[in-house]
């Protein structure tokens, strides 16, 4: 029996998502410095993350994974102690 395919498989050495970003204005991209801007696509707070439509994973802690792979660390802010 001949199970050959007549389809191929074509790869790329860099995976190519279209942006989710449908709507106008567009959000800002991942690499822009106010990513965090971008609207929610799905948001798991059970879960503790919530994806944006830049791609960006915005996780409860305040960190993040860009589309890219790469982490930027939580950046919540640090509160002053006040004296009393």
């Known amino acids: 029996m001949n199970t050959s395919s007549s389809r191929?498989?074509?790869t790329t050495p860099q995976r190519k998502n279209p942006s989710m970003c449908?709507?106008?204005?567009?959000?800002p991209t991942?690499?822009?410095?106010?990513r965090e801007a971008a609207r929610?696509?799905?948001?798991?707070?059970e879960q503790g993350w919530s994806l944006l439509c830049n791609g960006?994973?915005?996780?409860?802690?305040?960190?993040?994974?860009?589309?890219?792979?790469?982490?930027?660390?939580?950046?919540?802010?640090?509160?002053?102690m006040t004296a009393a």
């Open 30 to 34: 991942s690499d822009s410095a106010d």
């Open 40 to 45: 929610l696509v799905a948001h798991h707070p």
């Open 56 to 80: 960006v994973l915005l996780f409860e802690d305040t960190g993040e994974l860009l589309p890219d792979g790469q982490i930027i660390a939580p950046h919540r802010p640090i509160l002053a």
């Open 22 to 27: 449908q709507h106008q204005p567009p959000c």
């Open 8 to 10: 191929t498989t074509i």
